[in-house]
């Protein structure tokens, strides 16, 4: 139980630091991959889109499997986002992994 209670408050967390950090890390990101205007604005928005578009989600997923097994859930998706962020070779490769981040940040924040 104090792993799930550890886990719930993460998640929270997580939304406001990324939000954070992803304005300080656009810097270096945009010289690393050469990115346009248009670019960074999908690197930042894909995010919020896609934690809005998981929280319709995860109100189905606490009714029908438990706030455990969603909490889990979205630990393991924001995971397997951050080390896709942290591995990202291109500028699709970066995106994909901040809309996976987006789904568990979204997942947990029910």
Not at 1 to 25: E, H, K, P, Q, R
Not at 42 to 50: A, E, G, H, Q
Not at 73 to 82: K, R
Request: aromatic content about 10%; some cysteine; hydrophobic content about 50%.
């Amino acid at each position: 139980m104090n792993t799930l209670t550890a886990l719930a408050a993460i998640g929270g967390f997580l939304f406001g630091y990324d939000t954070g950090v992803i304005s300080g890390a656009m810097i270096p990101i945009t010289r690393q991959f050469h990115l346009t205007d248009s670019q960074e604005e999908v690197i930042v928005s894909s995010t919020v889109l896609s934690a809005f578009l998981s929280s319709l989600v995860g109100g189905t997923m606490n009714k029908k499997y438990g706030r455990r097994f969603t909490i889990l859930c979205a630990s393991l998706v924001f995971t397997v986002g951050a080390l896709q962020m942290g591995l990202a070779w291109s500028y699709a490769s970066l995106v994909v992994g901040r809309i996976v981040v987006g789904v568990g940040i979204g997942l947990a924040s029910l």
